[in-house]
């Protein structure tokens, strides 16, 4: 919204009008001078406000992932959000880091080159400190990481790879494979330092620790992929990817349901002082034949029919029928008593 004068201003300038102290060539010079865009020929944009539009929605679904996913892998209250994307000279970023810190090289696929994955020392110690048993502290003290430590943050980096992978599916289908784990970044070469990246910074919260986690794309990296960049076709293949993302995720999440199965021999009704009377040896006659086949209870219903029998001993039943629509449970109507 443009800036509006105040008539305090407005009697001012007039005033300076009519004292003729207002020079109106300096004013044309000043508003032509607003109209330029200043224009860096050593840090040329690489990358239009769209694509950048599309590569933020890219990572901010990664972003809302990584808040489910690390919650549960972490086992505490975990926030991510995008914070902001921008394209630089390697060397600014490089320069950005501190020393030492965690970063981890990354291979993509099907692409010739690598890509980093960068992480606050601080995060980084919390994340270890909650996966080992701890509250998820960070007492301020940065140093290399050990053997172990090293294992446990690099479990974490490639399950953000796999959330990665996920959230550019919806424009590219890419693999990213961890190479190696490095801690001082003037050690990392993935181009020079004139080029530029795209770096993408997200906002990482583990408990009450905060901190950085950065993403580095070579330029030369995403130049194959530029022309699939947009916010419009982002939308098109995410509301395309929609039905099937919910198909898949509602089918893994029946498979994992488990329902109790039962095999029904048949019914009969018995008084409970026959119940209490009941002996070994004892026949109780049910209201099915020994060729008849039984019913499979799925439930509270009755979805399939089949012939009991052995099979390596143990007692197993042969499927013979599949219901299309489910039968209810009939009870006999008149009492059966044991012979």
């Not at 950005?96 to 960068?118: A, C, K, N, R, W």
Request: aromatic share 8%; proline share 4%.
């Amino acid at each position: 919204m443009p800036d509006m004068m105040s008539q305090e201003e407005i009697d001012k300038l007039l005033g300076n009008f009519q004292a003729g102290t207002v020079n109106l060539d300096d004013i044309a010079q000043a508003e032509e001078y607003e109209k330029l865009k200043v224009y860096d020929f050593k840090r040329p944009d690489k990358f239009s406000k769209d694509q950048l539009r599309a590569i933020q929605m890219i990572h901010e679904s990664f972003a809302r992932q990584t808040t489910t996913v690390m919650s549960t892998l972490i086992r505490s209250i975990v926030s991510c959000e995008v914070a902001s994307v921008e394209q630089l000279a390697y060397e600014e970023f490089v320069n950005y880091m501190v020393q030492p810190t965690v970063i981890g090289m990354v291979e993509m696929h099907p692409f010739d080159g690598s890509m980093l994955v960068e992480i606050n020392p601080g995060l980084v110690f919390a994340i270890i400190d909650r996966m080992l048993g701890g509250r998820g502290t960070f007492s301020g003290n940065v140093r290399e990481l050990t053997d172990i430590e090293k294992t446990v943050i690099e479990r974490v980096i490639m399950r953000i790879l796999e959330l990665l992978e996920d959230s550019w599916s919806t424009v590219v289908d890419v693999r990213f494979r961890f190479e190696s784990m490095e801690s001082n970044p003037f050690f990392v070469q993935i181009c020079s330092p004139s080029d530029m990246v795209l770096v993408v910074i997200m906002k990482l919260r583990v408990a009450d620790v905060e901190g950085m986690l950065s993403l580095c794309f070579p330029y030369f990296l995403m130049e194959p992929i530029m022309d699939r960049l947009s916010s419009q076709q982002w939308f098109a293949s995410t509301s395309h990817k929609g039905d099937d993302e919910v198909r898949k995720n509602l089918l893994i999440s029946m498979n994992k349901v488990k329902m109790p199965l039962a095999m029904e021999l048949g019914h009969t009704i018995l008084s409970l002082t026959d119940v209490y009377g009941l002996q070994v040896g004892d026949v109780i006659k049910l209201d099915e034949t020994k060729d008849s086949d039984i019913s499979v209870r799925v439930g509270n219903q009755i979805r399939f029919k089949a012939r009991p029998g052995t099979l390596n001993g143990k007692m197993a039943v042969e499927l013979t029928k599949v219901l299309s629509q489910p039968e209810e449970i009939v009870m006999p109507s008149s009492e059966q008593k044991s012979g």
